[in-house]
């Protein structure tokens, strides 16, 4: 009966000893907190790119863009039209027209007129008709609400705005149109005054 109780207790220790052996042998294949596989963690000896070069990526990519400052607009494009002579006086420019041979066209126009501003957005600024004009006419623009427009304006007897002329080199009107022009009539009109001076259309 006591060899029976001794070996009992042998097996009992010995059943303790092998389930203690398991424990540490299993605790000893679970990665530590030091040393983690990529199946639980980073890999041992590699970095995330912000702990090789010291920058905390931002966690609020709306909050970054939304500080950095808009691109500076461009300043819109100069506006086109014809190369419109300055002058105070039309003798002036008859006298160049004179020299080169070209007749020239005279805008009558007003500030509140409504017709002459539409010539000076849709028409005057059309790249065709610019180049044909400036090709072909010395332009000058008559303000008939200035004193010196008031008395070219009554020179030609014009009573309604805009009244375009075209004139030969003397003054003597070749064509004439009261109101506006679209482009394709602007160069018509254009065109007649060319040919009843003996011109051909250089543009």
């Not at 029976?4 to 299993?26: H, R």
């Not at 990526?57 to 500080?67: F, M, Q, V």
């Not at 419109?84 to 003798?91: G, N, R, T, V």
């Not at 014009?158 to 064509?175: D, Q, R, S």
Request: charge should be neutral; glycine fraction near 6%.
């Amino acid at each position: 009966m006591k060899r029976f109780i001794v070996l009992l207790l042998c097996a009992t220790l010995l059943f303790q000893a092998c389930g203690t052996a398991k424990k540490t042998s299993n605790s000893s294949t679970r990665p530590s907190s030091q040393h983690n596989s990529g199946l639980y963690g980073p890999v041992p000896g590699m970095k995330r790119p912000h702990e090789e070069t010291g920058a905390v990526p931002s966690s609020n990519k709306l909050e970054s863009t939304a500080n950095t400052e808009p691109a500076p607009t461009p300043p819109p494009a100069p506006k086109l039209s014809l190369d419109f002579i300055e002058s105070d006086a039309l003798m002036p420019v008859l006298e160049m027209a004179q020299k080169e041979n070209r007749p020239v066209f005279v805008d009558f126009w007003a500030t509140w007129c409504l017709p002459c501003r539409m010539m000076d957005d849709d028409v005057f600024s059309h790249p065709d008709t610019k180049n044909f004009m400036d090709a072909n006419f010395l332009s000058i623009k008559v303000d008939v609400d200035k004193e010196y427009g008031a008395r070219i304006a009554g020179l030609y007897e014009v009573g309604a705005y805009p009244t375009l002329l075209f004139l030969t080199p003397k003054g003597v009107v070749l064509t004439r149109k009261e109101g506006a022009a679209y482009h394709t009539e602007l160069r018509q009109l254009g065109e007649e005054a060319l040919g009843k001076m003996g011109l051909k259309v250089r543009n």
